[in-house]
């Protein structure tokens, strides 16, 4: 396991994928997961098994990112977002059983490569943010962002186009 992780307080499974010169603060819980070169984690931050990270981002405090979530290179992610990967969540089955991973399918989310993220936002499944798209703070993202524009709210509209390098 290559990067860097602050002492203790982490719980960093071994099974955790971290690039060269990875940052981590503590209190973050990872298993299962990938995070690129040069990437910084904020504290509180948990990221399941299957999530991907790329190289050179910034994951801000207290963020949220579940199975199935796909973040590309040079993504900005704002404090207390909060990825979801499940459309229709219930805790048990119409017969009253608990349920269990057989019971539900992950629905896969994808952030662009240079896309930013506001401090709690929160992504639906399904949906793919774009290049070099920023997302408004507090803002709840329901449907597909295209690369390069700005969108708010909620449900986040379009407000404006904005350069992508």
């Given at each position: 396991?290559?990067?860097?992780?602050?002492?203790?307080?982490?719980?960093?499974?071994?099974?955790?994928?971290?690039?060269?010169?990875?940052?981590?603060?503590?209190?973050?819980?990872?298993?299962?997961?990938?995070?690129?070169?040069?990437?910084?984690?904020?504290?509180?931050?948990?990221?399941?098994?299957?999530?991907?990270?790329?190289?050179?981002?910034?994951?801000?405090?207290?963020?949220?990112?579940?199975?199935?979530?796909?973040?590309?290179?040079?993504?900005?992610?704002?404090?207390?977002?909060?990825?979801?990967?499940?459309?229709?969540?219930?805790?048990?089955n119409?017969?009253?059983?608990?349920?269990?991973?057989?019971?539900?399918?992950?629905?896969?989310?994808?952030?662009?490569?240079?896309?930013?993220?506001?401090?709690?936002?929160?992504?639906?499944c399904?949906?793919?943010?774009?290049?070099?798209?920023?997302?408004?703070?507090?803002?709840?993202?329901?449907?597909?962002?295209?690369?390069g524009?700005?969108?708010?709210?909620?449900?986040?509209?379009?407000?404006?186009?904005?350069?992508?390098?």
């Open positions: 396991m290559a990067g860097s992780t602050s002492e203790s307080y982490n719980r960093i499974a071994p099974d955790v994928q971290l690039g060269r010169d990875v940052k981590l603060a503590c209190f973050i819980n990872a298993y299962g997961c990938r995070i690129g070169d040069r990437t910084k984690v904020g504290a509180f931050v948990e990221i399941q098994k299957g999530a991907e990270i790329g190289a050179d981002c910034k994951i801000s405090s207290h963020t949220f990112i579940c199975e199935g979530v796909h973040i590309a290179d040079r993504v900005f992610v704002g404090h207390n977002v909060t990825f979801i990967n499940d459309k229709r969540p219930r805790a048990t119409p017969d009253g059983s608990m349920q269990t991973e057989a019971d539900w399918r992950v629905v896969e989310t994808w952030v662009e490569e240079g896309a930013s993220l506001g401090s709690s936002v929160t992504v639906m399904g949906v793919r943010i774009g290049k070099g798209a920023v997302v408004g703070a507090g803002s709840v993202v329901t449907k597909n962002i295209p690369d524009e700005i969108w708010v709210g909620n449900p986040a509209k379009f407000h404006e186009r904005v350069y992508h390098p």
